[in-house]
């Protein structure tokens, strides 16, 4: 049994490591963002503040802990680039949202999930493939 367990962990090792510094920049986009939000702070800016301060973090781990690759400028611009294109999509899920009086943390929440996706896909198939 545990050597099943062993081969599941080795198989999808790359997921499991993805899925864990995902919940990491969730929290670190969250945390940032309700904190403007918290002090005033319009809830369009203090998300797109909070997007790049995660973006960083993201790069950062996605790069070494995920993907296991050296940093690189292409792969910095890539993934810059990328996700410069999920913001779109960030603050206009947020912004729709909010237009139909959804609580601000359960929108953030609710965009997050998309966005994570999507930021997967970009950097397994395209960022960082092997």
Known sequence: MIKKIER?????AE????GF?????VIVNTAVYM???FFGMDDIWANT???????????LTNTYFVFRQPFTRKNFLQ???MRIGTILIDNGGMWLLLSFSWNNLLAKCMVNA???LLNYLFSKFIIFKK
Do not use: E, P
């Open 49 to 59: 503040i909070a997007f790049f301060l995660a973006v960083q973090f993201a790069y």
């Open 8 to 12: 599941l962990f080795q198989k999808y």
């Open 79 to 81: 993934f810059w680039g």
């Open 35 to 37: 904190g403007f939000s």
């Open 114 to 116: 998309v966005v994570i």
């Open 15 to 18: 997921l499991i490591r993805y």
């Open 21 to 25: 510094w995902g919940v990491m920049t």
